[in-house]
Protein backbone atom coordinates (compact mmCIF):
# COMPACT_ATOMS: atom_id res chain seq x y z
CA UNK A 1 0.00 0.00 0.00
CA UNK A 2 0.75 3.51 -0.43
CA UNK A 3 2.84 5.04 2.38
CA UNK A 4 0.06 7.59 3.99
CA UNK A 5 0.61 7.16 7.41
CA UNK A 6 2.07 9.66 9.64
CA UNK A 7 3.54 8.54 13.38
CA UNK A 8 4.16 11.84 14.84
CA UNK A 9 6.23 13.91 12.15
CA UNK A 10 7.35 10.97 10.55
CA UNK A 11 5.30 9.97 6.97
CA UNK A 12 5.71 5.48 7.39
CA UNK A 13 5.06 2.50 5.43
CA UNK A 14 2.80 -0.39 6.65
CA UNK A 15 6.11 -2.25 7.72
CA UNK A 16 6.63 0.25 9.79
CA UNK A 17 7.03 -1.93 13.51
CA UNK A 18 5.14 -0.19 15.28
CA UNK A 19 2.37 -1.53 13.28
CA UNK A 20 3.36 -4.96 14.05
CA UNK A 21 1.33 -5.36 17.24
CA UNK A 22 -1.71 -4.47 15.44
CA UNK A 23 -1.12 -6.60 12.64
CA UNK A 24 -0.57 -9.73 15.03
CA UNK A 25 -3.95 -9.32 16.16
CA UNK A 26 -5.56 -9.21 12.89
CA UNK A 27 -3.67 -12.49 11.91
CA UNK A 28 -5.43 -14.37 14.59
CA UNK A 29 -8.64 -13.47 12.74
CA UNK A 30 -7.37 -15.12 9.71
CA UNK A 31 -5.02 -18.14 11.44
CA UNK A 32 -8.72 -19.48 13.53
CA UNK A 33 -10.89 -19.53 10.17
CA UNK A 34 -8.46 -21.83 9.30
CA UNK A 35 -8.40 -24.05 12.69
CA UNK A 36 -10.53 -26.52 12.98
CA UNK A 37 -10.95 -26.21 17.04
CA UNK A 38 -13.06 -23.09 15.65
CA UNK A 39 -13.71 -23.28 12.12
CA UNK A 40 -17.15 -23.60 13.11
CA UNK A 41 -17.93 -19.77 14.88
CA UNK A 42 -14.49 -18.07 12.77
CA UNK A 43 -16.26 -19.18 9.09
CA UNK A 44 -19.92 -19.34 7.88
CA UNK A 45 -21.72 -20.05 4.32
CA UNK A 46 -22.21 -16.68 2.68
CA UNK A 47 -25.82 -15.85 1.81
CA UNK A 48 -25.22 -14.36 -1.53
CA UNK A 49 -22.65 -16.47 -2.94
CA UNK A 50 -22.85 -19.81 -0.86
CA UNK A 51 -19.43 -19.49 -0.35
CA UNK A 52 -17.46 -20.35 2.71
CA UNK A 53 -16.16 -17.01 3.98
CA UNK A 54 -14.61 -15.49 7.84
CA UNK A 55 -17.24 -14.77 9.47
CA UNK A 56 -15.79 -10.88 9.86
CA UNK A 57 -17.30 -10.84 5.99
CA UNK A 58 -20.91 -12.13 7.00
CA UNK A 59 -24.33 -10.13 7.17
CA UNK A 60 -26.09 -11.89 9.78
CA UNK A 61 -29.04 -13.74 8.77
CA UNK A 62 -30.44 -15.67 12.04
CA UNK A 63 -30.33 -15.42 15.65
CA UNK A 64 -27.64 -18.17 15.14
CA UNK A 65 -25.70 -16.12 13.41
CA UNK A 66 -25.40 -13.17 15.93
CA UNK A 67 -25.08 -15.95 18.64
CA UNK A 68 -21.86 -17.07 16.87
CA UNK A 69 -20.56 -13.74 16.07
CA UNK A 70 -20.84 -12.84 19.81
CA UNK A 71 -19.07 -16.39 20.60
CA UNK A 72 -16.49 -15.57 17.77
CA UNK A 73 -15.69 -12.42 19.28
CA UNK A 74 -15.19 -14.08 23.48
CA UNK A 75 -12.63 -16.60 21.49
CA UNK A 76 -10.76 -14.23 19.76
CA UNK A 77 -10.60 -11.74 22.51
CA UNK A 78 -9.29 -14.13 25.17
CA UNK A 79 -6.81 -15.31 22.43
CA UNK A 80 -5.19 -11.76 22.23
CA UNK A 81 -5.93 -10.36 25.46
CA UNK A 82 -7.92 -7.70 24.15
CA UNK A 83 -9.53 -6.13 21.41
CA UNK A 84 -9.62 -7.90 18.25
CA UNK A 85 -10.41 -4.77 16.19
CA UNK A 86 -11.84 -6.58 13.19
CA UNK A 87 -15.41 -6.50 14.33
CA UNK A 88 -16.31 -2.39 13.21
CA UNK A 89 -16.09 -3.02 9.38
CA UNK A 90 -18.51 -5.73 9.58
CA UNK A 91 -20.70 -3.91 11.66
CA UNK A 92 -20.98 -0.90 9.89
CA UNK A 93 -21.64 -3.65 6.96
CA UNK A 94 -24.54 -4.84 8.67
CA UNK A 95 -25.64 -1.29 9.30
CA UNK A 96 -25.43 -0.42 6.02
CA UNK A 97 -27.27 -3.48 4.75
CA UNK A 98 -29.99 -2.67 6.38
CA UNK A 99 -29.94 1.17 5.63
CA UNK A 100 -29.33 0.95 1.86
CA UNK A 101 -32.19 -1.51 1.50
CA UNK A 102 -34.36 0.67 3.33
CA UNK A 103 -33.25 3.61 1.07
CA UNK A 104 -33.73 1.88 -2.26
CA UNK A 105 -37.32 0.43 -1.74
CA UNK A 106 -38.60 3.92 -0.16
CA UNK A 107 -36.96 6.53 -2.53
CA UNK A 108 -35.62 4.32 -6.23
CA UNK A 109 -32.23 4.68 -5.07
CA UNK A 110 -29.90 1.96 -6.13
CA UNK A 111 -27.47 1.62 -3.28
CA UNK A 112 -28.01 -1.59 -2.18
CA UNK A 113 -27.41 -3.14 -5.71
CA UNK A 114 -24.19 -1.49 -4.85
CA UNK A 115 -23.96 -2.74 -1.40
CA UNK A 116 -24.17 -5.62 -2.40
CA UNK A 117 -21.54 -5.20 -5.08
CA UNK A 118 -19.22 -4.10 -2.50
CA UNK A 119 -19.94 -7.18 -0.52
CA UNK A 120 -18.97 -9.29 -3.20
CA UNK A 121 -15.65 -7.93 -3.49
CA UNK A 122 -15.56 -7.68 0.45
CA UNK A 123 -16.20 -11.15 1.07
CA UNK A 124 -14.13 -12.70 -2.04
CA UNK A 125 -11.17 -11.29 -1.12
CA UNK A 126 -11.40 -11.64 2.90
CA UNK A 127 -11.37 -7.55 3.43
CA UNK A 128 -10.14 -6.26 6.86
CA UNK A 129 -11.95 -2.59 7.40
CA UNK A 130 -12.69 -0.39 10.12
CA UNK A 131 -15.43 2.34 10.52
CA UNK A 132 -15.16 5.66 10.44
CA UNK A 133 -17.72 6.76 12.25
CA UNK A 134 -16.79 9.45 14.96
CA UNK A 135 -16.08 13.01 13.37
CA UNK A 136 -13.83 15.55 15.11
CA UNK A 137 -17.07 17.18 15.98
CA UNK A 138 -16.10 20.79 16.95
CA UNK A 139 -18.26 22.27 19.45
CA UNK A 140 -20.46 19.65 21.10
CA UNK A 141 -23.48 21.45 21.40
CA UNK A 142 -23.63 22.66 17.93
CA UNK A 143 -25.13 20.57 14.85
CA UNK A 144 -23.10 20.12 11.95
CA UNK A 145 -24.03 22.91 9.80
CA UNK A 146 -24.61 25.20 12.99
CA UNK A 147 -20.37 24.90 13.72
CA UNK A 148 -17.92 28.11 12.88
CA UNK A 149 -15.87 25.67 10.95
CA UNK A 150 -17.67 23.68 8.55
CA UNK A 151 -15.43 20.90 7.95
CA UNK A 152 -15.82 19.79 12.24
CA UNK A 153 -18.05 16.94 10.30
CA UNK A 154 -16.98 15.35 7.66
CA UNK A 155 -18.99 16.45 4.87
CA UNK A 156 -19.53 16.11 0.70
CA UNK A 157 -18.70 19.60 -1.10
CA UNK A 158 -19.18 18.69 -4.33
CA UNK A 159 -21.16 15.89 -6.20
CA UNK A 160 -19.83 14.94 -9.57
CA UNK A 161 -21.58 12.73 -12.59
CA UNK A 162 -19.21 9.87 -11.17
CA UNK A 163 -18.62 10.24 -7.39
CA UNK A 164 -18.70 12.66 -4.66
CA UNK A 165 -15.60 15.09 -3.15
CA UNK A 166 -15.71 14.82 0.92
CA UNK A 167 -13.54 16.51 3.59
CA UNK A 168 -13.25 16.37 6.95
CA UNK A 169 -11.93 14.03 9.86
CA UNK A 170 -12.98 10.75 11.33
CA UNK A 171 -11.32 10.44 14.58
CA UNK A 172 -10.26 7.65 17.13
CA UNK A 173 -10.66 5.07 14.37
CA UNK A 174 -8.99 1.84 14.76
CA UNK A 175 -6.59 -0.49 13.19
CA UNK A 176 -7.03 2.03 9.80
CA UNK A 177 -3.33 1.55 9.31
CA UNK A 178 -3.04 -2.74 8.95
CA UNK A 179 -6.59 -2.27 7.35
CA UNK A 180 -7.37 -2.76 3.76
CA UNK A 181 -10.20 -0.45 4.10
CA UNK A 182 -12.16 2.35 5.87
CA UNK A 183 -15.86 2.54 6.01
CA UNK A 184 -16.97 5.79 6.65
CA UNK A 185 -20.51 6.23 8.18
CA UNK A 186 -22.37 9.34 10.14
CA UNK A 187 -21.93 9.94 14.06
CA UNK A 188 -25.35 11.66 14.42
CA UNK A 189 -28.57 12.12 13.13
CA UNK A 190 -28.77 14.78 10.36
CA UNK A 191 -31.16 17.49 9.82
CA UNK A 192 -32.37 19.15 6.16
CA UNK A 193 -29.48 21.93 7.07
CA UNK A 194 -27.33 19.10 7.38
CA UNK A 195 -27.39 17.64 4.65
CA UNK A 196 -24.17 17.77 3.18
CA UNK A 197 -22.79 15.47 6.38
CA UNK A 198 -25.38 12.80 5.56
CA UNK A 199 -23.03 10.79 3.98
CA UNK A 200 -21.22 7.33 3.70
CA UNK A 201 -19.01 4.74 1.53
CA UNK A 202 -16.10 2.69 1.58
CA UNK A 203 -12.29 3.68 0.39
CA UNK A 204 -9.38 1.75 0.38
CA UNK A 205 -6.86 2.70 3.13
CA UNK A 206 -3.98 4.02 0.71
CA UNK A 207 -6.38 5.85 -1.55
CA UNK A 208 -5.44 9.55 -2.79
CA UNK A 209 -5.77 12.47 -0.58
CA UNK A 210 -6.69 10.07 2.74
CA UNK A 211 -3.76 11.18 5.68
CA UNK A 212 -3.45 8.84 8.06
CA UNK A 213 -2.16 10.29 11.79
CA UNK A 214 -1.75 7.20 13.89
CA UNK A 215 -1.28 6.76 17.47
CA UNK A 216 0.43 3.04 17.82
CA UNK A 217 0.38 1.48 21.53
CA UNK A 218 2.47 -1.84 21.82
CA UNK A 219 3.93 -4.37 24.55
CA UNK A 220 7.34 -3.26 25.70
CA UNK A 221 9.69 -6.03 23.98
CA UNK A 222 11.50 -8.94 24.96
CA UNK A 223 14.78 -10.33 25.14
CA UNK A 224 14.48 -13.10 27.40
CA UNK A 225 10.80 -14.79 27.37
CA UNK A 226 8.70 -15.19 24.71
CA UNK A 227 4.67 -14.57 25.15
CA UNK A 228 1.85 -13.90 22.96
CA UNK A 229 0.96 -10.91 25.06
CA UNK A 230 4.34 -8.92 23.84
CA UNK A 231 3.22 -9.11 20.05
CA UNK A 232 -0.04 -7.71 21.01
CA UNK A 233 -0.84 -3.86 20.08
CA UNK A 234 -3.55 -1.36 18.57
CA UNK A 235 -3.14 2.04 16.54
CA UNK A 236 -5.48 4.62 16.42
CA UNK A 237 -5.82 7.36 13.90
CA UNK A 238 -7.06 10.15 12.75
CA UNK A 239 -8.20 9.82 9.12
CA UNK A 240 -8.21 13.14 7.03
CA UNK A 241 -9.93 13.34 4.01
CA UNK A 242 -8.22 16.45 2.13
CA UNK A 243 -10.66 16.65 -0.76
CA UNK A 244 -11.09 13.21 -1.44
CA UNK A 245 -12.90 11.67 -4.76
CA UNK A 246 -15.20 8.69 -3.97
CA UNK A 247 -16.35 7.29 -6.96
CA UNK A 248 -19.74 6.35 -7.32
CA UNK A 249 -19.42 2.75 -7.01
CA UNK A 250 -18.62 3.22 -3.40
CA UNK A 251 -21.26 5.92 -1.80
CA UNK A 252 -23.76 4.25 0.04
CA UNK A 253 -25.28 7.21 1.07
CA UNK A 254 -25.13 10.72 -0.13
CA UNK A 255 -27.54 13.59 1.15
CA UNK A 256 -26.04 16.24 -0.58
CA UNK A 257 -26.43 14.76 -4.55
CA UNK A 258 -30.07 13.79 -3.10
CA UNK A 259 -31.94 15.78 -0.07
CA UNK A 260 -34.09 12.74 0.21
CA UNK A 261 -31.67 10.62 1.36
CA UNK A 262 -30.75 13.03 4.26
CA UNK A 263 -33.03 11.59 7.34
CA UNK A 264 -31.47 7.84 6.71
CA UNK A 265 -28.01 9.41 7.99
CA UNK A 266 -29.09 9.08 11.63
CA UNK A 267 -30.50 5.32 11.20
CA UNK A 268 -27.29 4.28 9.61
CA UNK A 269 -25.34 6.17 12.53
CA UNK A 270 -27.92 4.39 15.52
CA UNK A 271 -27.75 1.31 13.15
CA UNK A 272 -23.77 1.12 12.96
CA UNK A 273 -23.98 1.52 17.03
CA UNK A 274 -26.17 -0.93 17.48
CA UNK A 275 -23.99 -4.03 16.07
CA UNK A 276 -21.27 -2.50 17.93
CA UNK A 277 -23.07 -2.74 20.96
CA UNK A 278 -24.03 -6.11 20.33
CA UNK A 279 -20.30 -7.00 19.60
CA UNK A 280 -19.05 -5.46 22.99
CA UNK A 281 -21.93 -8.08 24.48
CA UNK A 282 -19.11 -10.56 23.19
CA UNK A 283 -15.51 -8.36 23.32
CA UNK A 284 -16.17 -7.00 27.00
CA UNK A 285 -16.81 -10.43 28.50
CA UNK A 286 -13.83 -11.61 27.73
CA UNK A 287 -12.07 -8.67 28.51
CA UNK A 288 -13.28 -9.18 32.01
CA UNK A 289 -12.61 -13.03 32.06
CA UNK A 290 -8.64 -11.81 31.12
CA UNK A 291 -8.74 -9.39 34.11
CA UNK A 292 -10.07 -11.91 36.10
CA UNK A 293 -7.75 -14.15 35.07
CA UNK A 294 -4.67 -12.37 35.63
CA UNK A 295 -6.34 -11.14 39.14
CA UNK A 296 -6.90 -14.55 40.09
CA UNK A 297 -3.48 -16.05 38.92
CA UNK A 298 -1.60 -12.81 40.67
CA UNK A 299 -3.38 -13.40 43.79
CA UNK A 300 -2.47 -17.22 44.06
CA UNK A 301 1.43 -15.85 43.57
CA UNK A 302 0.66 -13.58 46.02
CA UNK A 303 -0.42 -16.66 48.39
CA UNK A 304 -3.82 -14.80 49.37
CA UNK A 305 -6.37 -16.95 47.24
CA UNK A 306 -8.16 -17.74 49.52
CA UNK A 307 -8.90 -14.84 51.56
CA UNK A 308 -12.36 -13.75 50.94
CA UNK A 309 -11.86 -10.61 50.31
CA UNK A 310 -10.06 -11.81 46.94
CA UNK A 311 -13.40 -14.30 46.06
CA UNK A 312 -15.85 -11.07 46.64
CA UNK A 313 -13.82 -9.12 44.07
CA UNK A 314 -12.97 -12.07 41.69
CA UNK A 315 -16.87 -13.06 41.66
CA UNK A 316 -17.43 -9.10 41.21
CA UNK A 317 -16.02 -9.20 37.23
CA UNK A 318 -17.11 -12.98 36.69
CA UNK A 319 -20.63 -11.56 37.72
CA UNK A 320 -20.22 -8.58 35.35
CA UNK A 321 -18.53 -10.68 32.32
CA UNK A 322 -21.50 -13.22 32.22
CA UNK A 323 -24.33 -10.92 32.57
CA UNK A 324 -22.59 -8.88 29.94
CA UNK A 325 -23.06 -11.85 27.60
CA UNK A 326 -26.45 -12.96 28.62
CA UNK A 327 -27.38 -9.53 27.74
CA UNK A 328 -26.27 -10.00 23.84
CA UNK A 329 -26.97 -13.11 24.15
CA UNK A 330 -31.00 -12.57 24.93
CA UNK A 331 -31.27 -9.20 22.47
CA UNK A 332 -30.08 -12.24 19.86
CA UNK A 333 -32.87 -14.72 21.31
CA UNK A 334 -35.32 -11.78 20.83
CA UNK A 335 -33.86 -10.49 17.56
CA UNK A 336 -35.70 -9.27 14.43
CA UNK A 337 -35.35 -9.70 10.65
CA UNK A 338 -35.22 -6.56 9.07
CA UNK A 339 -36.85 -6.18 5.60
CA UNK A 340 -33.26 -6.71 3.96
CA UNK A 341 -33.00 -10.21 5.55
CA UNK A 342 -30.56 -9.14 7.93
CA UNK A 343 -30.97 -9.81 11.91
CA UNK A 344 -31.36 -7.37 13.91
CA UNK A 345 -30.80 -7.45 18.24
CA UNK A 346 -32.54 -6.51 20.40
CA UNK A 347 -32.06 -2.66 21.55
CA UNK A 348 -32.82 -2.33 25.26
CA UNK A 349 -31.12 -5.69 26.41
CA UNK A 350 -27.88 -4.40 23.71
CA UNK A 351 -27.58 -0.90 25.14
CA UNK A 352 -27.96 -2.53 28.57
CA UNK A 353 -25.61 -4.99 28.50
CA UNK A 354 -22.95 -2.18 26.78
CA UNK A 355 -23.73 -0.09 29.76
CA UNK A 356 -22.75 -2.52 32.00
CA UNK A 357 -20.05 -3.15 30.84
CA UNK A 358 -18.82 0.12 30.31
CA UNK A 359 -19.69 1.68 34.07
CA UNK A 360 -17.44 -1.45 35.26
CA UNK A 361 -14.28 -1.30 32.91
CA UNK A 362 -12.57 0.98 36.02
CA UNK A 363 -13.98 -1.61 39.04
CA UNK A 364 -12.26 -4.40 37.33
CA UNK A 365 -8.76 -2.70 36.65
CA UNK A 366 -8.80 -1.29 40.36
CA UNK A 367 -10.08 -4.69 41.53
CA UNK A 368 -6.66 -6.14 39.47
CA UNK A 369 -4.31 -3.41 40.37
CA UNK A 370 -5.42 -4.32 44.40
CA UNK A 371 -4.88 -7.78 44.04
CA UNK A 372 -1.91 -6.95 42.28
CA UNK A 373 -0.19 -4.79 44.38
CA UNK A 374 2.32 -1.92 43.56
CA UNK A 375 5.13 -3.90 42.14
CA UNK A 376 3.07 -3.87 38.59
CA UNK A 377 3.75 -0.07 38.56
CA UNK A 378 7.28 -0.34 39.79
CA UNK A 379 8.68 -3.75 38.02
CA UNK A 380 12.56 -3.05 37.94
CA UNK A 381 13.04 -3.62 33.61
CA UNK A 382 13.91 -6.92 32.11
CA UNK A 383 17.37 -7.08 32.09
CA UNK A 384 17.77 -6.53 36.00
CA UNK A 385 16.76 -9.89 36.22
CA UNK A 386 18.77 -11.34 33.70
CA UNK A 387 21.68 -9.58 34.43
CA UNK A 388 24.91 -11.23 35.77
CA UNK A 389 25.38 -9.00 38.08
CA UNK A 390 21.98 -8.58 39.85
CA UNK A 391 19.92 -11.29 38.19
CA UNK A 392 19.73 -13.64 41.07
CA UNK A 393 18.93 -10.65 43.58
CA UNK A 394 16.66 -9.72 41.38
CA UNK A 395 14.55 -12.85 41.58
CA UNK A 396 15.13 -13.70 45.28
CA UNK A 397 13.53 -10.81 46.25
CA UNK A 398 10.03 -11.29 43.76
CA UNK A 399 9.51 -14.23 45.45
CA UNK A 400 6.21 -14.76 47.16
CA UNK A 401 4.32 -17.84 47.12
CA UNK A 402 6.89 -20.84 47.93
CA UNK A 403 5.12 -22.82 45.31
CA UNK A 404 5.67 -20.59 42.60
CA UNK A 405 8.43 -20.34 40.36
CA UNK A 406 10.19 -16.73 40.68
CA UNK A 407 10.23 -16.83 36.89
CA UNK A 408 6.15 -17.35 36.32
CA UNK A 409 6.44 -14.47 39.25
CA UNK A 410 8.35 -12.30 37.65
CA UNK A 411 6.51 -13.45 33.97
CA UNK A 412 2.25 -12.49 35.66
CA UNK A 413 4.14 -9.37 37.17
CA UNK A 414 4.77 -8.25 33.65
CA UNK A 415 2.17 -9.22 31.86
CA UNK A 416 -0.05 -7.52 34.25
CA UNK A 417 1.95 -4.48 34.11
CA UNK A 418 1.15 -4.80 30.12
CA UNK A 419 -2.36 -5.09 31.08
CA UNK A 420 -2.51 -2.14 33.41
CA UNK A 421 0.01 0.15 33.44
CA UNK A 422 1.43 0.32 29.52
CA UNK A 423 0.42 2.27 26.81
CA UNK A 424 -1.65 -0.54 25.59
CA UNK A 425 -3.25 -1.13 28.77
CA UNK A 426 -4.56 2.46 29.42
CA UNK A 427 -6.12 2.48 25.92
CA UNK A 428 -8.11 -0.46 26.55
CA UNK A 429 -9.17 1.53 29.77
CA UNK A 430 -10.94 4.08 27.76
CA UNK A 431 -11.77 1.84 25.15
CA UNK A 432 -13.90 0.42 27.96
CA UNK A 433 -15.65 3.27 28.58
CA UNK A 434 -16.16 5.13 25.46
CA UNK A 435 -15.74 2.27 22.27
CA UNK A 436 -19.22 1.89 20.63
CA UNK A 437 -20.35 4.94 22.30
CA UNK A 438 -19.99 6.85 26.18
CA UNK A 439 -22.40 5.44 28.86
CA UNK A 440 -24.30 8.36 28.28
CA UNK A 441 -25.19 7.59 24.84
CA UNK A 442 -26.26 4.27 25.65
CA UNK A 443 -28.86 5.28 28.23
CA UNK A 444 -30.29 7.97 25.86
CA UNK A 445 -31.05 5.04 23.36
CA UNK A 446 -32.44 3.07 25.95
CA UNK A 447 -34.79 5.18 26.83
CA UNK A 448 -35.73 6.58 23.51
CA UNK A 449 -37.16 2.88 23.10
CA UNK A 450 -38.68 2.06 26.77
CA UNK A 451 -42.28 2.42 27.19
CA UNK A 452 -42.08 4.21 30.66
CA UNK A 453 -45.37 4.83 30.48
CA UNK A 454 -46.04 0.74 30.61
CA UNK A 455 -43.46 0.76 33.29
CA UNK A 456 -45.77 3.74 35.46
CA UNK A 457 -49.02 1.56 35.27
CA UNK A 458 -47.07 -0.94 37.93
CA UNK A 459 -47.29 1.73 40.76
CA UNK A 460 -50.72 2.81 39.64
CA UNK A 461 -51.91 0.29 39.83
CA UNK A 462 -50.18 -0.37 43.53
CA UNK A 463 -51.48 2.87 44.18
CA UNK A 464 -54.77 2.43 43.58
CA UNK A 465 -54.78 5.24 40.48
CA UNK A 466 -55.84 2.74 38.22
CA UNK A 467 -57.75 -0.50 39.00
CA UNK A 468 -56.31 -2.91 36.68
CA UNK A 469 -52.99 -4.03 35.71
CA UNK A 470 -52.61 -5.58 32.30
CA UNK A 471 -50.29 -8.00 32.16
CA UNK A 472 -46.28 -6.45 32.45
CA UNK A 473 -43.88 -8.04 30.07
CA UNK A 474 -40.07 -6.23 28.87
CA UNK A 475 -40.72 -4.48 26.14
CA UNK A 476 -38.74 -6.36 23.28
CA UNK A 477 -37.95 -3.50 20.73
CA UNK A 478 -35.23 -4.01 17.50
CA UNK A 479 -34.54 -0.73 15.56
CA UNK A 480 -36.79 -3.03 12.61
CA UNK A 481 -40.22 -1.41 14.09
CA UNK A 482 -39.14 1.88 13.94
CA UNK A 483 -37.47 1.16 10.40
CA UNK A 484 -40.90 0.33 9.27
CA UNK A 485 -42.65 3.51 10.66
CA UNK A 486 -40.06 5.63 9.04
CA UNK A 487 -40.42 3.46 5.54
CA UNK A 488 -44.01 3.95 5.21
CA UNK A 489 -43.98 7.69 6.37
CA UNK A 490 -41.15 7.86 3.17
CA UNK A 491 -42.95 6.00 0.72
CA UNK A 492 -46.10 8.45 1.58
CA UNK A 493 -44.29 11.03 1.04
CA UNK A 494 -42.89 9.81 -2.24
CA UNK A 495 -46.48 9.78 -3.56
CA UNK A 496 -47.74 13.26 -2.65
C1 LIG B 1 -9.83 3.26 22.06
C2 LIG B 1 -10.97 3.80 21.26
C3 LIG B 1 -11.27 3.23 20.04
C4 LIG B 1 -12.28 3.77 19.24
N1 LIG B 1 -12.53 3.21 18.00
C5 LIG B 1 -13.43 3.82 17.18
C6 LIG B 1 -13.61 3.34 15.84
O1 LIG B 1 -12.99 2.36 15.43
N2 LIG B 1 -14.48 4.01 15.05
C7 LIG B 1 -15.18 5.09 15.47
O2 LIG B 1 -15.95 5.65 14.69
N3 LIG B 1 -15.03 5.56 16.73
C8 LIG B 1 -14.18 4.95 17.59
N4 LIG B 1 -14.01 5.43 18.86
C9 LIG B 1 -14.69 6.66 19.23
C10 LIG B 1 -15.80 6.50 20.23
O3 LIG B 1 -16.94 5.97 19.66
C11 LIG B 1 -16.00 7.90 20.80
O4 LIG B 1 -14.86 8.18 21.59
C12 LIG B 1 -17.27 8.04 21.60
O5 LIG B 1 -18.39 7.96 20.76
C13 LIG B 1 -17.29 9.39 22.34
O6 LIG B 1 -17.07 10.45 21.45
P1 LIG B 1 -15.92 11.50 21.76
O7 LIG B 1 -14.67 10.77 22.03
O8 LIG B 1 -15.93 12.50 20.67
O9 LIG B 1 -16.35 12.15 23.12
P2 LIG B 1 -17.43 13.34 23.34
O10 LIG B 1 -18.59 13.10 22.42
O11 LIG B 1 -16.69 14.60 23.26
O12 LIG B 1 -17.87 13.00 24.79
C14 LIG B 1 -17.26 13.53 25.97
C15 LIG B 1 -18.36 13.73 27.01
O13 LIG B 1 -19.25 14.75 26.55
C16 LIG B 1 -20.60 14.29 26.60
N5 LIG B 1 -21.30 14.95 25.50
C17 LIG B 1 -20.99 14.91 24.18
N6 LIG B 1 -21.87 15.66 23.47
C18 LIG B 1 -22.74 16.17 24.35
C19 LIG B 1 -23.87 17.02 24.24
N7 LIG B 1 -24.28 17.50 23.05
N8 LIG B 1 -24.54 17.32 25.36
C20 LIG B 1 -24.15 16.87 26.58
N9 LIG B 1 -23.08 16.06 26.75
C21 LIG B 1 -22.38 15.72 25.65
C22 LIG B 1 -20.48 12.77 26.44
O14 LIG B 1 -21.63 12.09 26.97
C23 LIG B 1 -19.22 12.49 27.25
O15 LIG B 1 -19.54 12.40 28.60
C24 LIG B 1 -13.02 4.87 19.69
C25 LIG B 1 -12.75 5.41 20.97
C26 LIG B 1 -11.75 4.90 21.73
C27 LIG B 1 -11.46 5.52 23.07
Known sequence: ????????????????????????????????????DYEDLCTVTSHITGKKINRFCHIHQSEEDLLKKQK??????????????????????????????????????????????????????????????????????????????????????ETREDGIIVRGCKINITNTPYADEFIVVPCRYMGPEDKDYAVAFALPGDWEGVKLLTRPAYSKKSKHMEAPLIHMGDAETFIIFDDVFVPNERVFLNGHGDPRQT???????????????????????????????????????????????????????????????AAGESSAKHSEKSPSGTQIPDEILTNAGRRLAGENIYEEYKILADLSGGLIATLPFEGSFFSEEVGDLAMKYLKRNPRVKPEYIYRCFRGI?????????????????????????????????????????????????????KRYERPSVTPRKMLEKFGKAMQRKKKD
Not at 270 to 280: D, G, I, K, S, V
Open 1 to 36: MKPNVYIGEEKVGRDDPRLEGGMNIIKETFDCAHDP
Open 72 to 157: MTRLLCHRVGGCIQRCMGIDSMNALSIITYEMDQALGTDHYKRFIKYLEYFQDRDIVASCAQTDAKGDRLKRPHQQEDPDQYLRVI
Open 263 to 325: PYAGFLALMFAHYHRHTYTGCKPAMSEVLASAAALVAEYNGIEKASHVQDKLSHIIGIAELVF
Open 417 to 469: EGMVVSDLGGLMQVAGVHGGGSPQMETITMMMRYDTERLKDISKYLFGIKSKL
